[in-house]
């Protein structure tokens, strides 16, 4: 049964930074994406990065670009997200997700996702 558990979410303050984790299992195949979204009370639920595993291609959202980075580490099944220079509209629950194929940062593309990790960016 495939399974996504996040981890790492937690209170930071404006300009800090944090790691989450998406530890994948339950599946073998290697030509797969990973995506991380984030959801803010009261808006739609939005993409973030997602990295394709098998080439390592990454997508970024412009509002994340050049302060998060995503990678992977194939031999654990585990992909990262290092989270740089946190701001206050980053505060959200972050979710992890996984679809058959290439990267595309669209939600309604995944089909398996974790349980979600909160990110809260305050002083």
């Known amino acids: 049964q495939l399974q996504l558990v996040e981890s790492g979410g937690g209170l930071v303050q404006p300009g800090g930074s944090l790691r989450l984790s998406c530890a994948a299992s339950?599946?073998?195949?290697?030509?797969?994406?990973i995506g991380w979204f984030r959801q803010a009370p009261g808006k739609e639920r939005e993409g973030v990065s997602c990295i394709s595993v098998s080439d390592g291609s990454t997508y970024y959202a412009d509002s994340v670009k050049d302060r998060f980075t995503i990678s992977r580490d194939n031999a654990k099944n585990i992909v990262y997200l290092q989270m740089n220079s946190l701001k206050p509209e980053d505060t959200a629950v972050y979710y992890c997700?996984?679809?058959?194929?290439?990267?595309?940062?669209?939600?309604?593309?995944?089909?398996?996702w974790g349980q979600g990790t909160q990110v809260t960016v305050s002083s």
């Open positions: 997700a996984q679809r058959w194929g290439p990267c595309i940062p669209e939600v309604q593309r995944y089909d398996y």
């Open positions: 339950g599946f073998t195949l290697d030509y797969y994406a």
